[in-house]
């Protein structure tokens, strides 16, 4: 061989007798073959792989993983948790068919569902999901499914999952549900009938604000379908953040129990602190805890963008989860899509705070927002 031909093939050799203690990285774009007759293989179902935006080992991993956990059949995951949104509501929705979404949606996800679903004809409702006769009133022969988040942000509402399954089992809809703020170390809608749950990986999935990714489980049947769409409109999940989801999911009940106590510290407290009106917090989560979200809604005289220069090792972002504590101003980031008469209906105000309780020292997080507030 001359240089340029050496040169690309260095032996790299795939050890298959080495078994490694953590999973291997498949890196790859694609799955190479001996022959036709084993990629045909990948055809008739003895050959698990043939492309990655078909299926890789560490994306297959996270779904598998989260399903697990969240006691489904089946998982898949994606590039994103609007992604996994839109894969799980194309399992269910075509063009034609109504959706029913609580009104205090996600900001990500009210865009995706005012803008981009009708476009692909179909229809949503947007409905205050605490008044179970305003859900019945929008619901008509075309609508195929009832879509809420367990816990719902900024206002930390805690979903009574089994209402709103049971009045699917009425109409014979379908129900979806965001799990991202809960995880399944505190919420498992399946376990109350929902048909999907949905998560944004990038958030306590992962845990560490280092990927982007989604997940979302249910039955065998509604997976294949959301995978096939993943497929064909790819948007996969890369392996090495597939890899990278798994490393930290390995560790999601211990951020969990650490970051829900320190949250629920920070939002005792500060419940009756002069600078603050109004703490949210649930209380009504689970036996184990009620998540690491706290909000806060300043003091009418504070002054909001002082307020977040003085946080001094908190950074502000516009994301959650991290084992960092860190602070999000809903109205300029997550719930800047929201219409303002809603985020007016809702209570979402321009001096609400809400805080990602991170796995420091309780303390430590109290002292910070304290001189802060200060
Ligand atoms: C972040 C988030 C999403 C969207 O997830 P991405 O990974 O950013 O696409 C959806 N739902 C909730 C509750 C979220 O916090």
Redesign the pocket.
């Known amino acids: 061989m001359q240089f340029e031909t050496k040169n690309v093939h260095f032996p790299q050799k795939i050890e298959t007798s080495e078994t490694s203690k953590t999973k291997p990285i498949y890196q790859t774009s694609a799955f190479a073959f001996q022959d036709l007759d084993e990629m045909e293989g990948f055809y008739n179902g003895n050959k698990a792989y043939l492309y990655t935006r078909a299926g890789n080992p560490n994306t297959d991993d996270l779904g598998k993983g989260v399903a697990d956990l969240e006691g489904a059949e089946m998982g898949v995951a994606s590039s994103?948790?609007?992604?996994?949104?839109l894969a799980g509501v194309l399992a269910v929705a075509k063009a034609g068919d109504h959706i029913v979404a609580t009104e205090d949606l996600?900001g990500?996800?009210y865009q995706l569902f005012a803008k981009e679903l009708p476009e692909l004809g179909i229809a949503v409702s947007f409905v205050d999901f605490t008044d179970q006769e305003k859900i019945e009133q929008v619901i008509h022969d075309k609508t195929v499914l009832l879509y809420s988040?367990s816990i719902t942000?900024p206002l930390l509402r805690v979903e009574n999952i089994e209402v709103l399954v049971q009045l699917a089992k009425k109409h014979r809809l379908k129900t979806m549900i965001?799990n991202?703020?809960a995880t399944p170390y505190f919420v498992r809608p399946h376990e109350s009938g929902v048909d999907l749950v949905?998560h944004?990986?990038?958030?306590y999935i992962g845990g560490h604000s280092d990927l982007?990714?989604?997940v979302l489980t249910g039955s065998g049947a509604l997976i294949k379908k959301a995978k096939t769409k993943i497929v064909n409109l790819g948007s996969n999940l890369g392996p090495f953040d597939g890899w990278l989801a798994c490393r930290g999911l390995k560790t999601l009940s211990l951020r969990m129990e650490r970051q829900s106590a320190n949250a629920e510290y920070l939002a005792k407290a500060l419940a009756n602190h002069e600078k603050i009106k109004k703490v949210y917090y649930p209380t009504n989560a689970s036996e184990r805890g009620n998540g690491a979200i706290v909000t806060i809604e300043l003091a009418e005289h504070a002054d909001v963008r002082q307020f977040f220069r003085q946080l001094r090792w908190i950074k502000v972002v516009p994301?959650?989860?991290g084992v960092e504590t860190s602070v999000t101003h809903p109205v300029g980031t997550?719930h800047r899509p929201v219409p303002e008469e809603t985020r007016q209906r809702l209570g979402v105000t321009y001096s609400m705070v809400r805080i990602s309780v991170g796995i420091e020292a309780k303390d430590d997080i109290v002292q910070a927002f304290e001189e802060a507030l200060d």
Request: no cysteine.
């Open positions: 994103s948790g609007i992604s996994a949104i996600y990500g996800t988040e942000n965001d991202t703020f949905v944004s990986a990038t958030k982007s990714a989604g994301t959650l989860a997550s």
